[in-house]
């Protein structure tokens, strides 16, 4: 038995199953984590990172970086009370520890109990001691370097709202600590580019000043400013460049000769975050599934998986578990290799969502297709290993090559052409590796400059067979629609944007509904998105880009046809029986905050193209088992409606 240490159950019937919802956030703050029954303690992480200075850790997405950096966090910082003045905590001085009761302090409480705490040397020496930057780079997206540049601002001033209390501080009676300089940064005046970059740093020297220690820095989502550049590839190279050049001066400044600063952490998805950090050059990383020190605290383990199994009530499950999630391997530093699971696969099944690996996301299922690709994909889904050259550093133009089989496949680059040619054998390991880091592929074998990958479980298999796959086979059996029917379609679609007409939505309903039942019928939303993008951007070319929401609602993309001035918010569905879930699911509050979100102010940072849009539509274009189309559609934000077709013949 390892020593992470799971909460003692309180019972053991099977009814403990609803026990496992997990807080908001998916658990990813540690003071809502910590003492719910299905916790397991990692807390020994934290003496591994004392160990080391800076580190960047990456894993694919809900592999508990987010909460392990918030536990971190919450066991390093100077806590504040509700007047802003730093916490003393009690000392017995005798025993060189802290007492055992802190009443004043709340992140004493998280830890009570805890193995990181029965070294009390260690939690003496570290424990509330270090002020604390905590920077999320998470909404850190956009589709040129202005937009980029704007939501760093925004997040540095988030940062800095975090230390408001400075403001009334003693700090600006000494040389040196400019109260105005703070200021400007709280109220997010205008801030040029190189005071952008220069925020953190000031910040650092800030707290060190107020609190006469040095500063640890915590970097949540890293990769984020980079994968926007793959996923919505509508940046010019030379944006690109200057995207990355920002932020490489950002931490340069923050983590290269700043004595203000002692320790930090970093967090990302994709190795395409340690570009960002190629300046500082003094941070350590931490690759995914490579046998490092960290490796057992960002998975659960099989006994691990078995305990939780036991407490809920559900141990039966075990083995339909494992062969569904199993199949990640890592070396841990005593030299085992052990099977390590996706906490969150895991939870998710105790809260019998047993139908798919909910921590992974689906940016590059177009990039599957590419005719290069797909031999490898087609090897890697027959049960068999690839094996690929092992890229330890991107560069700019890997992100022009992934960012040409993602997705969105506009790109306003002038090295189009070339990046086309580069997708050759080194493309496509480049994209395999880009999978194995989101989490589709494990590693058989490592080497120093090379990856034999496989597909690691029947859950990951399921999904890109189920949701990416098919749609290569789907595209194969459709790649020459009947003309007359293809063509009535794209024109009644570029009627509706052109007239903005309800009467052209009826038509619409009818021209899909024929389509389909002369065609071969898509079976599933994925195979329905598909086509109907493949058909759009045949019709609208260059025109058409995809755009998906960020803030969970249900919506599938938003389209931009530039010629027409228009924009569409797209929404797919097949239903299986009668339903108008999706008339009433829609149209709550939270679709209405997304069509505020899509008014294109947020999306287009280009005052030109913005003010160009002049019709935006809405269309949910559903299809159940008798072939009969059902679109629900607003038109220039007019109270939503519904048309449906008339259907296949009896």
């Given amino acids: 038995m390892n020593e992470h240490k799971i909460n003692e159950p309180a019972q053991t019937s099977s009814s403990n199953t609803k026990e496992f919802k997990l807080p908001n956030g998916a658990g990813s703050i540690y003071e809502n984590y910590y003492n719910q029954p299905y916790y397991i303690d990692k807390t020994l992480l934290i003496k591994e990172l004392f160990k080391k200075t800076h580190v960047l850790i990456t894993t694919p997405s809900r592999f508990s970086k987010t909460l392990n950096m918030r536990m971190v966090k919450n066991f390093v910082e100077i806590e504040v009370d509700k007047d802003d003045k730093p916490i003393v905590l009690d000392i017995d001085e005798d025993k060189r520890c802290l007492k055992e009761v802190q009443p004043r302090s709340k992140n004493f409480t998280l830890f009570q109990g805890k193995n990181i705490f029965k070294d009390k040397e260690f939690v003496f020496q570290y424990f509330g001691k270090y002020p604390t930057i905590y920077v999320y780079l998470g909404g850190v997206n956009a589709f040129d370097f202005e937009g980029i540049l704007n939501r760093l601002k925004t997040a540095i001033h988030d940062v800095f709202r975090k230390h408001a209390y400075l403001r009334d501080s003693s700090l600006w009676n000494r040389p040196g600590y400019n109260k105005k300089t703070f200021m400007k940064y709280l109220k997010s005046e205008s801030l040029s580019e190189e005071e952008v970059q220069s925020g953190l740093e000031i910040l650092s020297k800030f707290l060190h000043g107020y609190y006469g220690k040095p500063v640890y820095v915590f970097v949540d989502d890293l990769d984020t400013p980079i994968t926007s550049m793959v996923y919505r590839n509508r940046m010019t190279l030379k944006d690109k460049e200057k995207t990355i050049a920002l ?12 004595e203000c600063v002692e320790r930090s952490l970093f967090n990302a998805g994709h190795q395409l975050g340690g570009l960002l950090l190629q300046s500082a050059s ?15 605290f960002y998975a659960l383990e099989e006994d691990e998986v078995m305990d939780l199994l036991k407490k809920a009530g559900q141990f039966e499950k075990f083995n339909e578990i494992k062969e569904m999630y199993n199949g990640y391997k890592t070396t841990l530093r005593d030299g085992r290799l052990i099977q390590i699971y996706s906490p969150w696969a895991i939870l998710e099944c105790l809260r019998d969502i047993m139908g798919g690996c909910k921590y992974i996301y689906f940016h590059i299922d177009d990039g599957l297709s590419h005719f290069k690709i797909e031999p490898k994909i087609a090897q890697l889904m027959s049960g068999e290993c690839v094996t690929i050259k092992y890229i330890k550093n991107y560069g700019i133009k890997d992100i022009e090559i992934l960012s040409k089989l993602s997705r969105e496949n506009e790109s306003d680059s002038d090295s189009d052409s070339e990046i086309e040619s580069e997708i050759n054998d080194y493309g496509v390991d480049l994209f395999i590796q880009f999978l194995y880091e989101d989490g589709f592929l494990y590693p058989t074998e490592l080497g120093d400059d090379y990856l034999t990958l496989a597909i690691p479980n029947k859950a990951v298999h399921r999904l890109i067979d189920n949701m990416l796959y098919r749609i290569i086979n789907f595209r194969k059996r459709h790649n020459d629609p009947r003309p007359r029917l293809l063509k009535k379609f794209t024109d009644t679609l570029e009627d509706v944007a052109r007239l903005c007409e309800e009467d052209r939505v009826r038509a619409l309903a009818d021209s899909i509904d ?12 994925a195979e329905l998105r598909s086509f109907l993008f493949m058909q759009m951007s045949q019709k609208f070319g260059l025109s058409t880009i995809g755009w998906f929401t960020l803030i969970g609602t249900r919506c599938d993309a938003l389209t931009v046809i530039k010629y027409l001035n228009v924009a569409f918010i797209f929404d797919y569905k097949i239903i299986k029986k009668k339903s108008n879930y999706a008339h009433r699911q829609i149209f709550d509050e939270r679709y209405y905050t997304l069509l505020e979100t899509a008014s294109l102010e947020e999306i287009f940072s280009e005052d030109s193209m913005y003010l160009s849009i002049k019709n935006r539509i809405y269309l949910g274009i559903h299809m159940n088992k008798d072939c009969k189309v059902s679109i629900t559609y607003s038109l220039n934000d007019m109270d939503p409606n519904v048309v449906v077709s008339r259907g296949a013949s009896k």
């Fill in 247 to 258: 932020f490489q001066m950002v931490f340069e400044k923050l983590l290269k000769e700043n």
């Fill in 282 to 296: 003094n941070v350590e990383h931490y690759a995914f599934m490579q046998g490092h020190i960290f490796s057992e």
């Fill in 514 to 525: 024929v389509f389909f039942r002369k065609q071969k019928r898509p079976r599933n939303e």
